[in-house]
């Protein structure tokens, strides 16, 4: 695929778009694909970018969906909400953040900000995921990071592409306070929610390693590290879903999508075991689409601005 005619025109689209649980039972599964050292992978040509794309993602306005969400948690379904964000953003990939300003070294990445909130029993739980994946859809994400919020305490993760994946955490259990190390390159589950709003025809099927959600990792106290999983893709009426099986790990996601750009997510389900020992059982977490709006919502800071949260059913 060509590259796009000049770098300038990208810079210019890019600088309008914008700016866990108490008991620490843990299971470690195996048959699990091995961590070794990867090379530094090399960056495919770049995607050219459609003028559809352009219009879409490049409009100064973020995409927020509102989800009402079953979520599985120590044996139980539990009702709350969920959300996804996605927006255009430069980035910088050697420091991996967000450029401020337009820099020549910046990569234009559709970032997903992801957000869960559900009660267990009293206490509530708030979980909020980041991922920042290159729009010319040429490589693996640019960064993913994980936080997790409860009464128990919080817990943070992060993981970054450099030469290899780069994994650094922070907990309050025991056995993993701080953590740090290096792994093999491979698929994110993370990511495939970024790739499917770029190109879902380059979703990866078949036999696949794959490293997990990084909320599943830590929710289920299971190692960081590629998985086994079988990948599949098939459309009706309209709609996409994408399937991805962990047969060690006992679990299955399922997401759904528009067949047609912008490719809209417009539920998922996740089915796994919940709760720990004799108690697991195995349960779906579930989300479905309320609403979605176009906005640019850091403008919308103001008491008056309440009416849209009603709006998106939270």
Partial sequence: ???????????????????????????????STSSTPSKEDTPKPRATISDEFK???????????????EQAR????????????YVTEPFLPQEQVKANNNNPESISVLKLNATKKFLTGIYPYSIMSSTFYPVYDNQHALKTSLSVQEW?????SQLNNRNQFEFTSHSYFEGEADQNFSMEKVILENEIWTKIRINPENLP?????????????RLRHQEVK?????????????????????????????????????????????????????????????????KTLKTAYWKQNENKNLVLRDSLGL
């Fill in 74 to 85: 120590y044996g139980e379904l539990r009702d709350g909400n969920a959300v996804l964000i």
């Fill in 152 to 156: 128990c305490g919080h817990v943070y």
């Fill in 226 to 290: 590629p998985y086994n999983a079988i990948a599949q893709i098939s459309s009706k009426e309209g709609i996409t879903t994408y399937t991805i099986s962990y047969p060690n790990l006992e679990r299955n996601l399922m997401i759904n999508f528009t067949t047609n750009f912008p490719y809209s997510i417009v539920s998922w389900e996740e089915k796994f075991k919940s709760g720990f020992g004799s108690n697991a059982k195995t349960l779906t977490t579930s989300a479905s689409k309320i």
């Fill in 55 to 69: 219009a879409y993602w490049y409009a100064g306005e973020a995409e927020i969906t509102s989800y009402k969400l």
């Fill in 1 to 31: 695929m060509k590259p796009l005619s000049s770098a300038k025109i990208l810079v210019s689209l890019v600088a309008f778009s914008l700016l866990g649980a108490c008991n620490d039972n843990r299971q470690k599964t195996d048959g």
């Fill in 205 to 217: 099927t078949g036999e696949i390693s794959i490293i997990p959600s990084l909320e599943y990792l």
